[in-house]
């Protein structure tokens, strides 16, 4: 039987261009934070999970190895954890699962990535495609997802204007958070609608920037947590899948995987109907369409009501499910660490400690990572009370 | 009888070298080569890193000192056969770029086997360096324990080829 | 006090080797020697994934029936790329898409072209142009343009 785990210390740098640090002194600063936020220190930690997206992105093929120390892991275990942009999210659930199986007490779970070490992040996304049958397009990440934002768009009857409409929010969303990179005071759908068309159909204000950035969470078994702190995140379950990239009958519109995860998390959890239990939930939107295709695949509408939900207004930060109030992934990607902020998001909401991006009362968060070439799919749902 | 493809990837980087090595190789820029104290555990690195891996401290907060131009050889290996993907380039081989031009060009390596990898404690520090030893002569009389000093480059650009090699002086 | 340098710089260049495997090689040889594109049958959904694969990605089951699909098929989705980065096939703007070819149960990626971009549509019955110089690699189609009605 699983142990019950918290979220014990949440550490965040800024989402910015860090050209004063190198990469091992941006983790220490993410593991430094969470070590200060939690009052532990180094000689508490009982392990540490490391996440890092792809290795082209600054060309260090073994970064644990140049920061392993960086972030705490001093004789002590360290594994590396690598799912493509869910990688935060994963290396979430990697510590999550080494707490509740009771071998490890206090285990810290940090990820991030220096987008702006490289000439061209598009290489580090084009080289993820295997070399014989997915580099000829150098489909890269915006394309991709274009092609999926255009089959959910053409199959429901929404159009762009339905991922501008995500895509001002978030960006207003923003303008809450001090770790976010992307702050567009007084954005307006006109604003986003004259933004040239990058991939159809995504505009540039339908993406993501790029972002160095490192998120740090400190995970805790519950006769410990106690004596740590007393105002943890519970961390009632978290699920992962793959769902596949090119399999039989796929329809790209439609996130199979991600609604199977979805309902053995909230089964496990016990909630019936998500979109009236939880609170508030963080998704992982690097490109705005998106955000509408993983609230079907949550179950926070039907399938095909995506675009509706938007239209009406309740993933506000005024309505009764908002989305995002941190801004989400299209106002600071730094792949490696964007997963992680989703999940560290949605526990600080129900630690009450999200400052001005509070949701008042949130009591029951989910935190959502997405990655590969558009199959991963993380989850973790976040309780104030405890399971 | 399978297919195979094959291609070079070339990718540019741009590190941030950040306050730590960023002093660090300012200083072999200018033939000087630092150490960093932690000043929890009086550990002196050489070269440094961002974080003492005993304490968790900052190293850009610590002291810097400017070591003696001597070391001890550690361990060694010689490399007596290039291997893959380890070659000089046909560039530095007929002389048209310069040793010092180390930003754009694919894998500038020392020309030439057999040369040794060296590790070299450097006088008053904790931790070991790593470098080359290539002199023919040296090659020969290389073992653990050796005294050794670093050769500069004419030309340094602040990396870590600004010392060419190490010497046996003892 | 000395310089503080700022940045290491430094261009990778790693030469890779990659095997294709016998399924991918027998694919594209098919494409190069006969203009056909093949697919393997998966011997527990008898469902058929294109290119020629070993095993069913959905079953994880043998795909030991290589059979020929048409070079025909449907637009699930397209993008129309404005984004100019390295490694492109053509210059920007250019159309590429997924697509149901006649036969097979997944999705090929492939060029559009022969055909204005406003005019593409998801749905739209599309055909592959052949190259006239084939060597064996995606571009022996040069790209796949509507079917004339």
Same mark, same amino acid.
């Given at each position: 039987m699983?142990?019950?785990?918290?979220v014990?210390?949440?550490?965040?740098?800024?989402?910015?261009?860090?050209?004063?640090?190198?990469?091992?002194?941006?983790?220490?600063?993410?593991?430094s934070?969470?070590?200060?936020?939690?009052?532990?220190?180094?000689?508490?930690?009982?392990?540490?999970?490391?996440?890092?997206?792809?290795?082209?992105f600054?060309?260090?093929?073994?970064?644990?190895?140049?920061?392993?120390?960086?972030?705490?892991?001093?004789?002590?275990?360290?594994?590396?954890?690598?799912?493509?942009?869910?990688?935060?999210?994963?290396?979430?659930?990697?510590a999550?699962?080494?707490?509740?199986?009771g071998?490890?007490?206090?285990?810290?779970?940090?990820?991030?990535n220096k987008?702006?070490e490289t000439?061209?992040?598009?290489?580090?996304?084009?080289?993820?495609?295997?070399?014989?049958?997915?580099r000829?397009?150098?489909a890269?990440?915006p394309?991709?997802?274009?092609?999926?934002?255009?089959?959910?768009?053409s199959?429901?009857?929404y159009?762009?204007?339905?991922?501008l409409?995500?895509?001002?929010?978030?960006?207003?969303?923003?303008?809450?958070?001090?770790?976010?990179?992307?702050?567009?005071?007084?954005?307006?759908?006109?604003?986003?609608?004259?933004?040239?068309?990058?991939?159809?159909?995504?505009?540039?204000?339908?993406?993501?920037?790029?972002?160095?950035?490192?998120?740090?969470?400190?995970?805790?078994?519950?006769?410990?947590?106690?004596?740590?702190?007393?105002?943890?995140?519970?961390?009632l379950?978290?699920?992962?899948t793959?769902?596949?990239v090119?399999?039989v009958?796929?329809d790209w519109g439609?996130?199979?995987?991600?609604?199977l995860?979805?309902?053995k998390?909230?089964?496990r959890?016990?909630?019936?109907?998500?979109?009236q239990?939880?609170?508030?939930v963080?998704?992982?939107d690097?490109?705005?369409?998106?955000?509408l295709?993983?609230?079907?695949?949550?179950?926070?509408?039907?399938?095909?009501?995506?675009?509706?939900?938007?239209?009406?207004?309740?993933?506000?930060m005024?309505?009764?499910?908002?989305?995002n109030?941190?801004?989400?992934v299209?106002?600071?990607n730094?792949?490696g660490a964007?997963?992680?902020?989703?999940?560290?998001?949605?526990?600080?909401?129900v630690?009450?400690?999200?400052?001005?991006?509070?949701?008042?009362?949130?009591?029951?968060s989910?935190?959502?990572?997405?990655?590969?070439?558009?199959?991963?799919?993380?989850?973790?749902?976040?309780?104030?009370?405890?399971? | 009888?399978?297919?195979v493809?094959?291609?070079d990837?070339?990718?540019?980087?741009?590190?941030?070298?950040?306050?730590?090595?960023?002093?660090?190789?300012?200083?072999l820029?200018?033939?000087?080569i630092?150490?960093?104290?932690?000043?929890?555990?009086?550990t002196?690195?050489?070269?440094?890193?961002?974080?003492?891996?005993q304490?968790?401290?900052?190293m850009?907060e610590?002291?810097?000192?400017?070591?003696?131009?001597?070391?001890e050889?550690?361990?060694?290996?010689?490399?007596?056969?290039?291997?893959f993907?380890e070659?000089?380039?046909?560039?530095y081989?007929a002389?048209?770029?310069?040793?010092?031009d180390?930003?754009?060009?694919?894998?500038?390596?020392?020309?030439?086997?057999p040369y040794a990898?060296?590790?070299?404690?450097?006088k008053?520090?904790d931790?070991?360096?790593?470098?080359?030893?290539?002199?023919?002569?040296d090659?020969?009389?290389?073992?653990?324990?050796?005294?050794?000093?670093?050769?500069?480059k004419?030309?340094?650009?602040g990396?870590l080829?600004?010392?060419?090699?190490f010497?046996?002086?003892g | 006090? &000395?310089?503080?340098?700022?940045?290491?710089?430094?261009?990778?260049y790693?030469?890779?080797?990659?095997?294709y495997?016998k399924?991918?090689?027998?694919?594209?040889?098919?494409?190069?020697?006969?203009?056909k594109?093949?697919?393997?049958?998966?011997?527990?959904?008898?469902k058929? &994934?294109?290119?020629?694969?070993?095993?069913?990605?959905?079953c994880?089951?043998?795909?030991?029936d290589w059979?020929? &699909?048409e070079?025909?098929? &449907?637009?699930?989705?397209?993008t129309?790329?404005?984004?100019p980065?390295?490694?492109?096939?053509?210059?920007?703007p250019?159309?590429?898409?997924?697509?149901?070819?006649?036969?097979s149960d997944n999705?090929?990626?492939?060029?559009?072209?022969?055909?204005?971009?406003?005019?593409?549509?998801i749905?739209?019955?599309?055909k592959?142009v052949?190259?006239?110089?084939?060597?064996g690699?995606?571009y022996?189609?040069?790209?796949f343009?509507p079917?004339s009605?």
């Open positions: 699983a142990r019950k785990v918290a014990v210390g949440i550490g965040m740098t800024e989402n910015k261009s860090h050209w004063d640090m190198s990469i091992p002194a941006l983790y220490r600063m993410g593991a934070r969470a070590l200060e936020d939690s009052g532990l220190n180094v000689d508490d930690l009982d392990a540490v999970v490391f996440g890092h997206s792809p290795e082209y600054e060309g260090i093929n073994h970064p644990e190895k140049w920061c392993g120390e960086a972030v705490g892991a001093y004789n002590k275990p360290l594994f590396r954890i690598h799912t493509g942009g869910s990688v935060g999210a994963s290396a979430a659930i990697g999550y699962y080494m707490v509740a199986s071998k490890y007490d206090v285990v810290l779970a940090i990820s991030g987008l702006n000439s061209s992040a598009q290489i580090g996304l084009s080289t993820v495609y295997d070399p014989i049958m997915g000829q397009f150098a890269g990440a394309s991709a997802v274009a092609l999926q934002a255009n089959r959910y768009y199959t429901h009857g159009s762009d204007e339905h991922g409409m995500v895509a001002v929010k978030n960006r207003l969303n923003a303008l809450n958070n001090p770790y976010a990179q992307l702050k567009l005071p007084g954005y307006t759908l006109e604003m986003a609608r004259n933004t040239p068309m990058l991939c159809y159909p995504l505009r540039m204000a339908d993406m993501c920037p790029t972002s160095d950035a490192v998120c740090c969470m400190i995970f805790a078994a519950e006769d410990r947590v106690e004596s740590i702190t007393d105002n943890p995140g519970w961390v379950n978290a699920v992962s793959n769902e596949g090119d399999y009958d796929r439609k996130p199979i995987g991600l609604r995860a979805a309902d998390a909230y089964e959890a016990g909630i019936k109907d998500p979109r239990e939880l609170d508030v963080e998704v992982y690097a490109f705005s369409a998106q955000e295709i993983w609230y079907e695949g949550l179950k926070l509408c039907d399938w095909g009501e995506g675009g509706s939900l938007m239209e009406s207004g309740a993933t506000e005024t309505g009764d499910i908002p989305v109030p941190s801004g989400g299209l106002s600071a730094s792949i964007a997963a992680m902020f989703r999940l560290a998001e949605a526990a600080l909401q630690m009450g400690k999200a400052d001005q991006r509070q949701v008042e009362g949130a009591r029951l989910l935190g959502h990572g997405w990655g590969g070439a558009i199959q991963f799919h993380t989850l973790m749902l976040f309780s104030k009370d405890k399971p | 009888m399978s297919r493809l094959d291609w990837i070339t990718v540019s980087y741009q590190w941030t070298a950040g306050a730590v090595y960023g002093h660090f190789l300012g200083g820029k200018e033939e000087k630092f150490g960093v104290r932690c000043e929890s555990c009086s002196v690195y050489c070269p440094p890193g961002d974080v003492c891996p304490c968790f401290t900052d850009a610590q002291t810097w000192l400017e070591l003696e131009q001597e070391g050889v550690v361990s060694f290996t010689k490399v007596m056969e290039n291997f993907g070659r000089p380039s046909d560039e081989l002389g048209r770029i310069k040793p010092t180390y930003s754009d060009h694919p894998l500038i390596w020392p020309p030439g086997v990898m060296a590790l070299i404690r450097m008053g520090a931790t070991a360096f790593l470098h080359l030893v290539r002199d023919e002569e090659l020969k009389k290389l073992r653990i324990g050796a005294k050794v000093r670093p050769v500069w004419q030309e340094r650009s990396y080829l600004d010392i060419d090699q010497q046996i002086i | 006090m &000395v310089e503080m340098i700022k940045k290491v710089k430094r261009t990778w790693v030469p890779y080797h990659w095997c495997g399924a991918q090689t027998f694919f594209f040889q098919k494409m190069k020697e006969e203009k594109i093949y697919g393997a049958r998966c011997s527990k959904c008898g058929v &994934v294109v290119p020629v694969a070993i095993f069913c990605t959905r994880f089951a043998p795909t030991d059979v020929q &699909v070079d025909e098929g &449907v637009i699930h989705s397209f129309i790329v404005n984004l980065y390295p490694g492109q096939p053509a210059t920007p250019y159309a590429y898409a997924l697509i149901k070819l006649n036969g999705l090929f990626m492939h060029m559009i072209g022969g055909v204005e971009h406003e005019k593409i549509e749905h739209m019955k599309v592959a052949w190259s006239e110089e084939r060597n690699d995606f022996d189609i040069q790209y343009e079917v009605k």
